[in-house]
C-alpha cells in the first residue's frame, strides 16, 4: 500500500505541476541557488540545495525548474507514503483499520497545503518526507529507530528549522535517547550545515550572506538579516494581547479546518484524549501532542502576524504541512475509538466516511499554466535598456529575474541591486559591479545609500519595480519598471509616454490575468504589477492633461485588477477636473467600498458630491 500511494499521487501531483519558474513565494531564488550549487536565502537550505542539484542532474528532461517542481512532486508523494506507513505502526491492524488509515492519508495527501507546495520549487515537501521518516523510526519498533530519527532530525534541520518541533517526539523511548550512537548520529546530520561555509569560500554566484566566515555563518542559519524568528521582518509583531491570543488561535483552527474539514478536527481531538486515556499510548500520544501544539497553534501565536493582511494565509500556509503529518496519527486514534464504540459499532465505519470525507473541501486547482513569473521576469527586462540597475527589486522581482540570469542566461548586463543595507550585500556589488561605486571605503548602509544616488546613478540608468522606492527621485513610467530621472533639466515629454504604451504591446501576457480569478496570493500580486503599471502611466498623462489616454490606461488597469482603488481614484480626478462630477461622486464611491478606510477616497468623494449639490 505505501508503495502504491507514492506513485498514485506522485502522478497526481505531477498532472497538475507548474511548468517553469512557479509563482510561489522564493521559487525562483531555490532554482537558481540548486543550479549554481550556490547559498540560497536564509537559513541557506544546505541539504535542499545538494539533494535539489542531484535531483536535477539524474532527471534528463525538463528545464531546470520544471525538474526542481518535479523534486517538490516526489518527495510530498513520498511523504504520503511514509505517512501510511507511520500509522500503520501506530494502530492495531485489521482490514477496517486499514482502510480507515488509506483515507486519512488521503485527506492529508489532498489538502491544499500539501498540493500547492507538492508542484512549486520549495523546500517544504522535502522536509515533511524527512518529518514522516522521523516520526516513522520513533513510531515503530526498529532496533536502531532513535539513532537513524536523529541522523535525519540533523539533516532535516538544514532543509527547516521547524523541525526542532519534532524533538519531543525523542522522549517516546527516552532510555534510547542520549546515548553515545543518537548524539553521534545528530551531529553526523547536523554537519551537512558544512556546505554552507565551505560552498561560500568558493564566491559562487549566489552567495547569500557569504557564511564564510563564523560571524556570517551564525547570521544565515539564524536569518539574522532576514527577520530571525519572525516569519515577516515587518508584519510580525513580538507583542501579544488576550484577545489576539484568542484570534491567533481561532485562525489556527480555520486554517487547519480549511486542510481537513470538521470532521477530521472532532476525530483527532477524540484521539488526543483516547491516546492520552491509554497507559500504552500515553507517552507517544503525549510527545504527538507537544510537538503538534509547539509546530502548530504555538507557532502561529509566536509568529503573530497581523490576520487582516491579505499575505498572513500566505506566509503560514507551507507550516500548514508539518501540522497536518503530526495530526493524522490523531484522526486515525480518533477513528480507532469510533469503531470500538460498542453501541455504533454497526454504523461506525458510515460514521466515519462522513465526518472525514463529507465535510471536506475536495476542490483543487492545476498549475500546468502558471507562467506568470516567468513571463513577468521576461517583460520586466524587456523593459530595461542596456546596462540598466534595478533598484531594491521585490522578492518576486528579483528571483525571477534569478532564474533568466543565473539559469537562462538572459539579460546579465542588467544589475538587480538588492540587499545593498548589508555588508555582504555591499561586498557583493564591489566585486560583481565594481563600476557602481567610487574606490574610497564605505562605513555604513546610509552613506552606501547616499552614494547610489549621487555617485552610481549618473553612470548608470536607474530603474525600480515600484515607484515609491524611488522616494524623492522624480521618475517616468516605462511599462512594468520606473525611470529615475536624475536629470532635473531632462523632459522625454510626450515621447517618453507613447514608449511606455508600446511597451505593453510586447509583452508576453500568457493565462488568465485578473488578479480576481485567482485564490493564490502569489499569482495575484504578480498579476497586479500589470495593473499598477497601467495606472502609472494614466497618472502621467493624467498630469499632461491627456484625459483620453489616462482613462483608457485606469480602464485596463481595472480590467487587470478590480479592486485597484488607486485607479478608481485617479480616473475619479480626471472626472472631477473634466467637471463631471456625477462621474467622479460614482468612481470614488466604487473605490470607497472596496476599501472603506481609504481617506482619500471619502474626501474626494464629499469634493463630488458638494460639487454636485451647488450645481443642482
Not at 485617479?570 to 481609504?598: H, S, T
Request: charge should be positive; charged fraction near 15%.
Amino acid at each position: 500500500m505505501t508503495g502504491l500511494l507514492f506513485f498514485a499521487f506522485f502522478a497526481f501531483y505531477l498532472v497538475g505541476l507548474s511548468g517553469t519558474v512557479p509563482s510561489y513565494r522564493d521559487s525562483g531564488d531555490l532554482v537558481a541557488s540548486i543550479h549554481t550549487l550556490g547559498i540560497a536565502h536564509p537559513p541557506g537550505y544546505a541539504l535542499y540545495v545538494l539533494v535539489g542539484k542531484l535531483f536535477v542532474t539524474l532527471l534528463p528532461f525538463g528545464n531546470i525548474a520544471y525538474r526542481v517542481n518535479v523534486m517538490s512532486a516526489f518527495f510530498a508523494a513520498a511523504a504520503v507514503g511514509i505517512l501510511y506507513a507511520v500509522i500503520s505502526a501506530v494502530v492495531s491492524g485489521n482490514d477496517l483499520k486499514r482502510w480507515a488509515a488509506f483515507v486519512v492519508v488521503v485527506l492529508f495527501a489532498t489538502s491544499p497545503a500539501v498540493i500547492t507546495l507538492a508542484r512549486v520549487a520549495e523546500m517544504y515537501t522535502l522536509s515533511a518526507c524527512l518529518a514522516a521518516a522521523i516520526l516513522y523510526y520513533l513510531l515503530s519498533d526498529h532496533p536502531h529507530g532513535t539513532s537513524y530519527a536523529a541522523l535525519l532530525l540533523g539533516l532535516g534541520l538544514s532543509v527547516h528549522p521547524t523541525l526542532i518541533f519534532l524533538v519531543p517526539l525523542f522522549f517516546i523511548s527516552p532510555a534510547r535517547l542520549c546515548t553515545r550512537r543518537t548524539v553521534f548520529f545528530f551531529l553526523l546530520g547536523l554537519s551537512i550545515f558544512l556546505y554552507l561555509p565551505i560552498r561560500a569560500s568558493q564566491h559562487p554566484l549566489l552567495n547569500w550572506g557569504d557564511p564564510s566566515s563564523w560571524r556570517n555563518f551564525w547570521r544565515v542559519v539564524t536569518r539574522a538579516d532576514y527577520g530571525g524568528l519572525k516569519l515577516h521582518p515587518a508584519e510580525s509583531v513580538f507583542s501579544w494581547t488576550p484577545e489576539s491570543i484568542v484570534a491567533q488561535l481561532k485562525y489556527f483552527l480555520v486554517a487547519c479546518k480549511g486542510e481537513w474539514g470538521w470532521g477530521a478536527l472532532v476525530l483527532g481531538f477524540t484521539g488526543v484524549v483516547g491516546m492520552l486515556r491509554e497507559p500504552k499510548t500515553r507517552r507517544m500520544g503525549t510527545a504527538l501532542f507537544v510537538s503538534w501544539f509547539f509546530a502548530g497553534p504555538g507557532f502561529f501565536l509566536l509568529s503573530n502576524l497581523p490576520l487582516e493582511e491579505a499575505t498572513t494565509p500566505a506566509i503560514l500556509q507551507p507550516y500548514l504541512l508539518l501540522v497536518s503529518l503530526l495530526w493524522a496519527p490523531f484522526v486515525m486514534s480518533g477513528v480507532e475509538v469510533v469503531i470500538s464504540w460498542r453501541p455504533s459499532r454497526v454504523f461506525a465505519p458510515v460514521l466515519v466516511i462522513v465526518a472525514l470525507v463529507g465535510t471536506r473541501s475536495w476542490a483543487w486547482t492545476s498549475e500546468r499554466n502558471d507562467f506568470y513569473a516567468y513571463d513577468y521576469a521576461r517583460n520586466l527586462l524587456r523593459s530595461l535598456p542596456l546596462n540598466a540597475v534595478l533598484y531594491d527589486p521585490d522578492d518576486p522581482t528579483l528571483f525571477s529575474i534569478e532564474v533568466l540570469q543565473v539559469v537562462e542566461k538572459r539579460r546579465p548586463d542588467v544589475v538587480p541591486l538588492s540587499f545593498f543595507r548589508t555588508r555582504w550585500g555591499y561586498e557583493q556589488i564591489k566585486r560583481r559591479w565594481p563600476d557602481l561605486l567610487p574606490p574610497i571605503p564605505i562605513s555604513n548602509g546610509q552613506e552606501l545609500q547616499h552614494l547610489l544616488w549621487s555617485y552610481s546613478a549618473r553612470r548608470r540608468p536607474f530603474f525600480a519595480d515600484l515607484p515609491q522606492k524611488l522616494i524623492q527621485v522624480p521618475y517616468l513610467a516605462e511599462g512594468l519598471v520606473y525611470a529615475a530621472q536624475t536629470d532635473p533639466r531632462a523632459d522625454p515629454g510626450t515621447p517618453s509616454r507613447e514608449r511606455a504604451e508600446t511597451l505593453f504591446d510586447f509583452y508576453t501576457q500568457r493565462g488568465d490575468l485578473v488578479t480576481t480569478h485567482h485564490a493564490d496570493f502569489f499569482t495575484r500580486h504578480l498579476i497586479a504589477y500589470y495593473a499598477d503599471a497601467h495606472c502609472n502611466l494614466g497618472l502621467e498623462y493624467a498630469n499632461a492633461k491627456e484625459w483620453t489616454k489616462a482613462i483608457d490606461q485606469y480602464h485596463q488597469a481595472l480590467a487587470i485588477d478590480p479592486q485597484l482603488t488607486a485607479a478608481y481614484n485617479n480616473w475619479g480626478i480626471v472626472a472631477f477636473e473634466r467637471q463631471d462630477f456625477a462621474a467622479a461622486a460614482g468612481l470614488f464611491q466604487q473605490g470607497l467600498a472596496l476599501d472603506p478606510k481609504n481617506e482619500m477616497l471619502r474626501k474626494n468623494a464629499q469634493l463630488a458630491l458638494q460639487k454636485m449639490g451647488k450645481l443642482l
